[in-house]
């Protein structure tokens, strides 16, 4: 696999690479090698500084190792072809070699591992609700969406139909697979669909995606904001999830137009522990005030057709069905955020849960980021799958974005500062 990525590299003019990888809270970080360095890093790894990226080491222990997963290589379409760029998503490791505990995606493989030890497999497909805003005239990010258009606007309503079009191309030339696009409900709110995948293979796509997103907006003088709530009187953004449920290789969510017994004990699983997890699903102090809202979920449910419940059983039939959830929003982090429902389904499968009655609440999703970090303290589920140190960092950042914004003289305004120009 190395001699291939390093013929790839070759074939295809690239001269630098970008060494990607994921901090605790889902940002993208890279570190980038030229071309000719590529043979090193393979074999012997990338030093950097580990202290001064969220919820890794302290000073004392700060070095870690960039593994390049060659699986991953993408040709970066929107930089120059010639002399190209290619980033690649790493494995981070000790420096002796050892693998490191807050590897987001070391650990969404392992639960993808648990799964086939258990005889199933599991595909996730994605919506990705997003808003354009326009740069003030110094290209700083303002709460000024880029068109006043409703859902499913035509141009030149639509003002964002070539946006959408070239982040869909952008993803097919890196191999992630665009299913729709449209004008969502808000002014300047787009969305994109994306093909279901493998877990790991969706949650790196996922990270590619809104690094496509922010990056052809910034080429049309747009932000690309993932905040699930940046315009507080109008629609939030979600990130609407399916999981497809396997068994020796069949689609196991339906059976006829029904769930079958398994695809429901997952689903209670997912329905049980949602307010535990709402601190990963809905990460910023702002994503509590987007639950209740425009139809997004408040309420613990589940129906078959009814979208304003937090879970639903769309129609699909056969090779297509899926369980579609409604309460995660696009600040998560998706390797966290797929380990901790696939593993949440599995306890469900485990324990034979009985799937709550349709359209019936069975609970309520946490009120404040405040709450959901006080339940996800007391989650067994959380404790047994998250390790140790990266629960305690998670949590304690998250409990430090909550006090420092409602502290705040003006809360509205620190989000705008500290949340709107990365979300």
């Known amino acids: 696999m190395n001699e291939e990525l390093l013929n790839f590299v070759e074939e295809n003019d690239v001269k630098f690479v970008r060494l990607a990888f994921c901090d605790i809270a889902g940002r993208l ?17 990338m030093a950097f500084d580990a202290s001064l990226v969220e919820g890794f080491p302290d000073a004392q222990g700060s070095d870690l190792l960039l593994q390049p997963d060659p699986a991953t290589m993408a040709i970066l379409p929107w930089r120059p072809q010639q002399g190209r760029v290619a980033r690649c998503y790493c494995n981070v490791l000790y420096a002796d070699g050892r693998p490191f505990e807050s590897d987001v995606r070391r650990l969404l493989r392992g639960t993808v591992r648990k799964l086939a030890e258990l005889g199933f497999a599991a595909r996730i497909s994605l919506e990705c609700e997003f808003y354009l805003f326009r740069l003030d005239d110094q290209g700083q990010p303002i709460l000024a969406p880029h068109d006043q258009a409703g859902y499913l ?24 697979a665009p299913m729709s696009s449209h004008h969502e409900a808000g002014p300047g709110q787009n969305e994109i669909g994306l093909f279901a995948l493998s877990p790991l293979a969706m949650a790196d796509g996922y990270i590619s995606f809104c690094n496509a997103a922010r990056t052809v907006a910034a080429r049309y003088g747009l932000f690309a904001s993932f905040l699930p709530k940046p315009l ?13 449920l396997y068994k020796d290789g069949e689609n196991i969510v339906k059976q006829g137009d029904r769930l079958s017994p398994e695809a429901a004990s997952f689903l209670q699983g997912i329905l049980s522990t949602s307010a535990e997890l709402s601190a990963f699903l809905n990460p910023l102090p702002g994503s509590y005030e987007r639950l209740g809202c425009f ?14 419940m937090l879970a639903r059983v769309p129609a699909d039939k056969g090779a ?8 995660p929003d696009p600040s998560m982090n998706p390797y966290l955020c797929f380990a901790l429902l696939l593993e949440a389904g599995l306890r469900g499968i485990a324990q034979g849960l009985e799937l709550c009655p349709e359209n019936k609440p069975c609970g309520s999703l946490p009120s404040s980021l405040q709450e959901a970090v006080r339940l996800a303290e ?33 809360p509205q305004a620190y989000e705008l500062s500290h949340f709107f120009p990365w979300a």
């Open 29 to 45: 970080k890279n570190v980038s090698v030229m071309a000719e360095a590529l043979e090193h890093v393979l074999q012997d790894g």
């Open 153 to 176: 606007d035509f141009a030149p309503l639509d003002r964002g139909e070539n946006v959408r079009r070239e982040i869909c191309l952008s993803l097919e030339q890196m191999g992630i």
């Open 320 to 327: 297509f069905a899926r369980l579609e959830l409604r309460n």
């Open 378 to 410: 007391g989650s067994q589920l959380i404790r047994e799958v998250l390790p140790k140190s990266l629960l305690s960092n998670y949590l304690s950042l998250k409990e430090r974005q909550f006090r420092h914004m409602y502290r705040a003289e003006d």
């Open 295 to 308: 139809d997004a979920p408040k309420e613990v449910a589940w129906s078959y057709q009814n979208r304003a």
């Open 232 to 244: 507080k009187e109008n629609f939030g953004s979600g990130l609407h999830l399916s999981i497809s």
